[in-house]
């Protein structure tokens, strides 16, 4: 028969609540338990659930986005190097038909290379930001902060950031579709309007040259309105040759196309000539006499050097055949007696 008195289950839950004992911990092989056991707090006894469950989430997001930035990475890392020898990049890439494998083919290739491994470079940061920002996101969920705002002064500040850098966003873009296009490559020689020479690198912001004075200038791909390339898929060797008034223009004709043809099959530059010359008659007519045109198809970059060397032999069988040349308009001799009256 019971007394009334207090019994030993009161004397624990009076003290429990004395010392502030939470009730979970009592329940053993709960989280809470063990974490009161662990630290003997109360607080991180009470929040153990949400503390574990929270750490897991976390924990499976971040393991989730290292896996699928590497997937990413991996994917992106196959697909770029497939692309250099896939017909698809034949197809839009300008990789010129006329080339000779044998001579080209090596630098086809290493464009190609190259321009793959930027372009790799480029998606594989892309898709690294991208996971991370989702992977903030998710983490930022689970410690239920509220994104709402969080995204919203993100939104703000891209807005921002994106009118204070929109240059740098233009060069960026500009240097992405230049390199998806091939508009040019490394040792191509372009005209970029007021820049040209030989392209020492391209970048996504910006592409250095080189002139021929050795100047070396950086370009921002973003202010680049036109390309001029004078290396992809041919370049053809002008070479323009001055004769008198007084010359027979039909023999002159014959001895520069006679001329051109001996001079591309010497062993120099016989490899550069991709077809024969093609001597296309009288260009102009001036007062100091009348331009003859000859035009050679080449290897790209290297119209200068047939150039120079067809001007070369062309001089010596004008001169060994006595075909005039202009000469400066002589000026008028004064009568005697005194000058010329004008």
């Not at 624990?12 to 053993?28: E, F, I, K, S, T």
């Not at 001169?319 to 005697?336: A, E």
Request: hydrophobic content about 45%; aromatic content about 4%.
């Amino acid at each position: 028969m019971s007394t009334g008195g207090p019994g030993p289950d009161d004397d624990v839950a009076v003290l429990d609540a004395v010392v502030g004992r939470p009730a979970c911990a009592d329940d053993p092989g709960t989280w809470c338990a063990r974490f009161y056991d662990w630290t003997n707090n109360d607080f991180l006894a009470n929040s153990a659930d949400a503390i574990v469950s929270a750490t897991i989430n976390i924990t499976l997001i971040v393991v989730l986005g290292l896996v699928v930035r590497f997937l990413l990475h991996r994917a992106i890392h196959r697909v770029v190097d497939g692309a250099t020898s896939s017909r698809l990049s034949r197809l839009l890439g300008r990789a010129p038909r006329r080339l000779r494998p044998e001579t080209n083919g090596a630098a086809v290739s290493q464009r190609r290379g190259q321009r793959a491994k930027t372009i790799g470079s480029v998606l594989r940061s892309i898709s690294s930001a991208v996971v991370l920002v989702i992977a903030s996101i998710m983490i930022l969920a689970e410690f239920g902060v509220a994104l709402a705002p969080v995204l919203a002064s993100a939104g703000i500040v891209g807005v921002a950031v994106g009118f204070g850098a929109q240059n740098l966003v233009r060069d960026f873009l500009s240097g992405m579709f230049m390199l998806l296009e091939d508009q040019y490559g490394v040792g191509d020689i372009v005209d970029l309007g007021e820049a040209g020479g030989v392209v020492e690198a391209v970048g996504l912001r910006i592409t250095t040259l080189r002139d021929v004075n050795g100047t070396v200038w950086y370009v921002r791909n973003g202010e680049i309105l036109r390309v001029g390339n004078k290396s992809q898929g041919y370049a053809v060797a002008v070479v323009d040759v001055p004769v008198a008034h007084s010359a027979d223009v039909t023999t002159a004709t014959d001895l520069l196309s006679r001329v051109a043809v001996e001079r591309v099959a010497k062993t120099d530059i016989a490899d550069d000539v991709l077809e024969p010359p093609e001597v296309l008659g009288i260009e102009r007519v001036g007062p100091e006499g009348v331009t003859l045109r000859l035009t050679v198809r080449v290897n790209p970059g290297r119209q200068f050097a047939v150039q120079r060397a067809l001007n070369g032999a062309i001089t010596d069988a004008f001169d060994d055949n006595g075909v005039p040349r202009p000469g400066i308009i002589p000026t008028l001799t004064p009568p005697s007696g005194g000058p010329v009256k004008s």
